[in-house]
């Protein structure tokens, strides 16, 4: 059973920059690859971007040019730079496996970007 505890979240003005962490528990973390989400009010959960065992990477166009996926295999923790944020960036974000599945949707980390 893997766990999945998403953080780094928070306030930001437009233009700031955050960095999302999640850390897993379990030692089959390497095998996957991971993917951070996110679901903005009354929106559905939407893929920002997802990075492979290997390291390669996948960006939605929203998130093109602006967001990091970066993953520590020792560590057991995938991260999101977030630079450049927008105000449509306010969403809770997740962290996955990629595909994701259900039993691995943690509780989030809530990012908000206003001025």
């Known amino acids: 059973q893997v766990q999945l505890v998403e953080s780094g979240g928070g306030d930001v003005q437009p233009g700031g920059s955050l960095r999302l962490s999640c850390a897993a528990s379990?030692?089959?973390?390497?095998?996957?690859?991971m993917g951070w989400f996110r679901q903005a009010p009354g929106k559905q959960r939407e893929l920002v971007a997802y990075i492979s065992t290997g390291g390669s990477s996948f960006y939605a166009d929203s998130a093109k040019g602006r967001f990091t996926i970066s993953r520590d295999n020792a560590e057991n923790t995938v991260y999101l730079q977030m630079d450049s944020l927008k105000p449509e960036d306010t969403a809770v974000y997740y962290c996955n496996k990629y595909p994701p599945i259900t039993p691995y949707w943690g509780q989030g980390t809530q990012v908000t970007v206003s001025s």
């Open positions: 379990g030692s089959i973390f390497k095998y996957y690859a």
